[in-house]
């Protein structure tokens, strides 16, 4: 493992400083859910109290974009809510121009001269075709962290992954909501932007997605971790690489394990009282 960078002043001393700050150490700071830890406290536009235990994404997160922490990185990320996350990467990545996508328009308030929002829907092709035509050098990073609704998951996928430089990664968070059969039937924040009619998510759909991702022939990595959120790296060269044997991490087949089969008496408990 490479140590970190020795100086005593300038730029370099610096830059030997963030060194020894983790990204889960900022995450924790602000209060981000990617922490292993957090107690995100009420904030001024509505959004309620959630503390408990974070998702520890940032260990995974480090893993992979470490290398990049230095870099003048462009990094896209869908769902901006209260501008932690943003500031976070702002943190992480000195040298990044970070873009944000949400559907709600208060979110432009997060703009600096490093940060850039886009208002609309994850799922509305002009709005995913305008972003890359603001940014026509494309992305190194775009992360999901949006609706988690499948059908926009996928939308956003199929819209944004051509935009991603050669090389950079895709980044899906929170698989496991694919679950919840009744998510996105209602809109339940400003996250969403659904019709009433929506049909829920399926589990199965999102299995079949991240199949079909894994067996493009320009992703030359893909992995599961923590059977939450999925890493995709596009290849540098289409068909020049050797390609990844996708036994890494979690695997597609375990992330919906079946329900159990229970009695009346066990569904009813269930019900009333909640996964057992």
Not at 203 to 222: H, K, N, Q, W, Y
Request: with cysteine; hydrophobic share 35%.
């Amino acid at each position: 493992m490479i140590g970190p960078r020795r100086a005593t002043s300038g730029p370099a001393a610096e830059q030997t400083t963030l060194d020894t700050i983790s990204l889960d150490d900022i995450a924790c700071q602000l209060g981000t859910d990617k922490s292993t830890r957090r107690s995100l406290a009420p904030t001024d536009d509505g959004y309620a109290a959630r503390p408990g235990q974070g998702h520890g994404y940032t260990i995974y997160y480090e893993h992979y974009l470490r290398p990049l922490r230095f870099e003048p990185l462009r990094l896209l990320e869908i769902g901006v809510l209260d501008g932690k996350s943003l500031l976070m990467w702002k943190k992480y990545f000195p040298h990044a121009m970070l873009y944000g996508l949400d559907i709600d328009p208060s979110c432009s308030r997060f703009e600096d001269d490093r940060t850039k929002i886009f208002v609309g829907n994850q799922a509305d092709r002009s709005v995913l075709a305008h972003i890359g035509e603001q940014v026509p050098g494309g992305f190194d990073v775009i992360i999901d962290d949006g609706s988690h609704y499948v059908r926009h998951v996928i939308a956003s996928f199929n819209g944004l992954f051509k935009h991603l430089k050669p090389g950079g990664i895709y980044v899906i968070e929170d698989l496991h909501v694919a679950a919840w059969t009744s998510w996105g039937r209602v809109s339940f924040n400003r996250g969403m932007d659904l019709e009433q009619a929506a049909q829920g998510n399926d589990p199965e759909e999102m299995t079949r997605f991240l199949a079909s991702v894994r067996g493009r022939g320009d992703v030359i990595d893909f992995a599961v971790h923590l059977k939450k959120i999925c890493f995709v790296r596009k290849a540098s060269r289409t068909g020049a690489e050797d390609r990844c044997r996708w036994e890494r991490g979690d695997r597609l087949e375990d992330l919906f394990p079946p329900e159990p089969k229970r009695s009346l008496l066990q569904k009813i408990a269930v019900r009333l009282l909640g996964p057992f």
